[in-house]
């Protein structure tokens, strides 16, 4: 028995899982669910390993795992001399990692259609070298620090199962200087590095990931481990000019409050002035938060608020100020939170004020006309409020903007705040599961030429190697007018 609404059955097993959703209606008898696996029983694979002449395969290890979130399945099979293994299994989807008992080489696939055998080149292993830091900026000597190979399937959120599985695990120590180096990590595969922690014998702490290819010459990764250090203060101008430049490259207001900085002031700001889940209007604006902080606010700092007729407010008092991206005051406004109307007059001051809306729909279009007017391509990423990286983005296009609109018209769309925007990023992720910022380039045409999708997932804005590297490929492989050392140049500020 069942009441009408949507109902959800989920088969459990030991080494299979499935769900199916479905409505039960009133108005019908009976429903039927069907539950089903592909397989009836485990098929039979032969696989074979291929590798360069002189590297041996006797003795090699095969790592099997499913990948489709349905099976739990992982099998380890040793191969023969001439590279050859065989296995059986139920999962649609298999991650294979496989590599030479001397570690001279090594490779990873995941496939869904299976060939008869399967075959998998392996390629040689490179070194890696790195420097590890503690948090006060000193060498961690003799810390252990240890490479995970990891195969994974799909990156999303559905199945029962995990979509990915240990391919190898190696493990080494700093030197007294903080130096390690890893020998024969497979190239072209994704690698996770954790450490030791600081603050617990019995944990690790993320490092890095990355994928290596052939024969690359990176430098050395410097990693710190612990908190970092607290960052100075920073001045109330140059806070302002760093907000409204933001402001202006992602199409915010700035919003700035002022208050004695007692709980109740603090609390009615952080609710009704600084929180998008009181008023999602809130989140059209970039928010500066000042409080006199028991007289010890930088006198420079209150000379500026006295110089622009911003006043500091006092006891329960709230001072809010909208300025436009351009530096001009919008509208001001003040009241005491103690005041019964004083939610509502802090709703109706942010509700006045937001930024227009634009459309992305029109964004894109114009973007276009424009690509195919100049003979350009369109650089076009999705970017977010709340989102520190996309930030960062605007600014170093922005530091960048004479070089790129050689060859770039840029389009910024917010799948958030903009009308269409939701619709509009998805001819960007194509209905993929992507963090922000994700970007793309296009021809002028409209059609995807490459996208921020790198060897270790969506780039974002780039920050490590890996991402560095992809940019230079996704500007290699698009432009029209830029020459190698421009883009070089472009690239290289990205680890800066």
Sequence with gaps: MAAPGQLTATIYTPLWRTSETLDVLASAPVTRLSLHRELEQKR??????????????????????????????????????DGRFEFETMAQK??????????????????????????????????????????????????????????????????????????????????????????????????????????????????????????ERRPPLTSRLGKDPQPAAVPLAQRLESTLRDCSLLGFRMMLVTSAGNDLATRFVDKHLNEYR?????????????????????QADRALLRERN?????????????????????????????????PEAAADFVNRNVMPQANALEKWNKAFERARRDDKRVWARISQRYCGPCFRMARWLDD?????????????????????????????????????????IFDADETMMIDSVGPLGNIGHPSEFEGQQHVRKMLLKTRTRLSDAEIDGIVATLLE
């Excluded at 990915?164 to 990590?185: I, W």
């Excluded at 999602?280 to 007289?295: E, H, K, P, R």
């Design 44 to 81: 039979k694979l032969q696989g074979r390993l291929l590798v360069d002449a002189g590297i041996p395969l006797e003795g090699a290890s095969v790592r099997i795992g499913a990948v489709d979130g349905e099976y739990d399945d992982e099998q380890v099979k040793t191969v023969s001399s």
């Design 278 to 298: 009181t008023n999602n209007n809130v989140a059209s604006y970039m928010q500066i938060i000042l409080t006199a902080d028991g007289g010890k606010m930088p």
């Design 400 to 440: 960048h903007r004479e070089a790129i609109a050689k060859d770039y018209v840029l389009l910024k769309i917010d799948d958030v705040r903009d009308l269409n925007g939701a619709e509009v990023a998805e001819r960007l992720t194509r209905g993929g599961r992507h963090g922000v910022p994700f970007h793309a």
């Design 94 to 215: 298999i991650g294979i990692f496989a590599m030479t008992r001397g570690g001279e080489a090594a490779a990873s696939m995941v496939l869904s259609e299976f060939a008869d055998p399967l075959e998998l080149p392996l390629k040689p292993t490179e070194s890696f070298e790195g420097t590890l830091f503690g948090d006060l900026g000193q060498p961690l000597a003799n810390h252990n620090i240890v490479a995970v190979v990891r195969v994974e399937g799909d990156q999303d959120y559905e199945g029962m199962f995990v979509k990915s599985f240990e391919g190898m695990r190696v493990a080494t120590q700093t030197d007294n200087e903080g130096n390690y180096r890893f020998a024969g990590l497979p190239i072209e595969t994704k690698v996770v590095l954790f450490a030791d922690s600081l603050t617990d014998a019995d944990r690790t702490t993320y490092v890095n990931e990355l994928s290596l290819r052939p024969g």
């Design 310 to 342: 911003w006043p500091l407010a006092e006891g329960n008092k709230i001072f809010a100020v909208v300025v436009d991206p351009d530096g001009k005051e919008l509208d001001r406004t003040e009241f005491d939170v103690l005041s019964d109307t004083a």
